[in-house]
């Protein structure tokens, strides 16, 4: 199997071997736009995402292939980088489901589970980074083929839908791979030790798909994303003395083992009191959340800085899961998280990731059959 084919039961960019770049795009749809607007947004979506996850332009003609009295299909800035395991991942929000008079008749067809996320302690949310009707996830090895992806797939929705918001990230801090090394996230600490990998068929059939019995069908295949802007409180944690930065996770920071003992890979043992009841991974950990996982994607970011001289700095979280209530649940959990202090959820955004499209079909086509 390519892992990073655009056909396929799975969409890529999912259990896709990480990349090290993101760029990502949640748009609404226009208010005047209709079911056939949707539709061929879709497919043309597919279409160009299956030729840019080749390395190709977006169109035959493509950057410089046509006419010379006409703007150019694609934008061009990607010619010669090659796909640099380019992917992308669509998604359908709840918003897509709820439209006025059921603009786009699909209100039937919505999955159960696919509502907006409740509010969580803590919870910071600011309308400029959440929610929205559809999103893209473009990951790369090159920043600029993912900035590419996003950029003319925003101009193909011209008139049909238009950008909301969106996130640049520039570290992975997630594996799905066992040849993968273990990335660090911004506080410093080895991020993904304890992710689902892609290779564990098992876990995924239990813990990302969604299954042929789960309703609706047409998700059968597919999964639920769930994005979170966490802000991180860098120059506080920075403060802090470095057994107090292990507390709070529950691991190590130079080793990222576990605090009761052993190695990386080494299970957490939460008997002898060496863990803190309230660290990062206890809480997070399926022993305490009835078994539950769920495969973590996330990316660093820095979008500058603030007045005061402090880095505006984060992880912008992604995980996928087989239904939301995964992630609703440990999100609770973590409500007595020592790392609350350092961080703020700024942003977010739940989507159903719909299966991959058959050759020479698009994503969601499930949906319209
Ligand atoms: C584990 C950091 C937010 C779920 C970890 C680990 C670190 C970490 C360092 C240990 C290494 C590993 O197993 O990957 C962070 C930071 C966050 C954050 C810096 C925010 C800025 C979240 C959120 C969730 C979450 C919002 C889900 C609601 C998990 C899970 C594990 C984990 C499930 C694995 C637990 C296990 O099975 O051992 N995180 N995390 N994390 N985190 Fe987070």
């Known amino acids: 199997v390519d892992e990073f084919a655009f056909e396929g039961p799975h969409q890529a960019g999912i259990t896709t071997r990480v990349q090290d770049h993101l760029h990502f795009a949640s748009f609404d749809m226009m208010p005047h736009a209709s079911r056939d607007d949707l539709v061929s947004l879709l497919q043309d979506w597919s279409y160009a995402a299956s030729r840019m996850a080749k390395g190709l332009d977006v169109s035959a003609s493509g950057a410089v292939g046509g006419s010379p009295e006409a703007p150019p299909d694609d934008t061009g800035e990607a010619q010669g980088l090659g796909a640099t395991g380019l992917t992308i ?79 640049l990230g520039f570290g992975r801090t997630s594996r799905t791979s066992a040849e993968q090394q273990t990335p660090r996230n911004l506080f410093g600490f080895k991020d993904g030790t304890a992710n689902i990998l892609a290779d564990d068929a098992k876990a995924l059939a239990a813990h990302v798909w969604v299954g042929e019995r789960d309703e609706p069908a047409w998700m059968a295949g597919g999964s639920y994303l769930v994005a979170r802007k966490i802000a991180m409180l860098v120059e506080t944690w920075d403060r802090l003395r470095l057994s107090e930065q292990d507390r709070t996770i529950g691991r190590a920071k130079g080793s990222g083992a576990p605090l009761s003992g052993g190695e ?80 703020r959820h700024i942003g977010s955004g739940v989507w159903a990731i719909p299966p991959g499209a058959q050759k020479g079909s698009y994503v969601g086509a499930g949906l319209f059959a």
């Open 89 to 167: 991942t669509f998604g359908l929000g709840p918003a897509l489901f709820e439209t006025e008079g059921d603009r786009f008749g699909i209100a039937a067809r919505r999955p159960a589970v696919l509502v907006g996320l409740p509010a969580f302690v803590g919870d910071a949310l600011d309308a400029a980074y959440t929610g929205g009707d559809l999103c893209i996830q473009a990951c790369a090895d090159d920043p600029q083929v993912a900035v590419h992806a996003i950029r003319n797939l925003s101009r193909i929705a011209f008139g049909r839908a238009r950008l909301r918001w969106s996130q």
């Open 264 to 343: 990386e890979f080494t299970e957490p043992s939460f008997h002898g009191g060496r863990i803190d009841t309230n660290a990062h991974v206890r809480l997070a950990h399926p022993t305490v959340n009835d078994g539950v996982q769920i495969l973590r994607r996330g990316y660093n970011y820095v979008d500058g800085n603030s007045d005061l001289g402090t880095l505006d700095a984060g992880l912008f979280f992604l995980s996928y899961q087989r239904t939301p209530e995964q992630f609703i649940g440990i999100q609770k959990r973590l409500s007595t998280d020592l790392m609350s202090e350092y961080i």
